[in-house]
């Protein structure tokens, strides 16, 4: 029997590609080998008969991200790249985004793919989807009977 060195970052390593892999089974709006730490936050949010979705995508321009709808849901998908020259004397820590990211969010209620319009300012896209036509279900309050 021989002893095998335990090498604690690689273990750490490997659970967390476990956890991804595991995530992006269940969400799959996430995509295998995204972390998140390249997602983009997001809020949804409903107003005037519109969904309304903002997402903070800092450094990227908007020709480096891609916006697709459908009726029920919104994904975006981009990459934070990598800066050259970081090789500098003294350079001693790295902590901005780096990689691709894909992710999916649900609508709360059926959209219209082909009149969602979207902006991006100061690093934040907005993306206004109209809500469908009759989208809107009515909440009707039901008695519990014994």
Known sequence: MSLIRWEPIRELRRMQDDM??????????????????TMPLVDVFEIDNNVVLKAEIPGLKKEDIEVTATEDSISLKGEFKKEENIN???????????GR???????????????VKATFTNGVLEITAPLAEGAKAKETRVPIES
């Open 20 to 37: 991804e892999r595991m995530i992006s089974n269940v969400w799959p709006g996430t995509a295998p080998g995204v972390s998140e730490w």
């Open 88 to 98: 500098q004397q003294g350079y001693v820590r790295r902590e901005r985004r780096e």
């Open 101 to 115: 990211f894909f992710r999916t969010v649900p609508m709360p209620d059926p959209i219209n793919p082909d009149q």
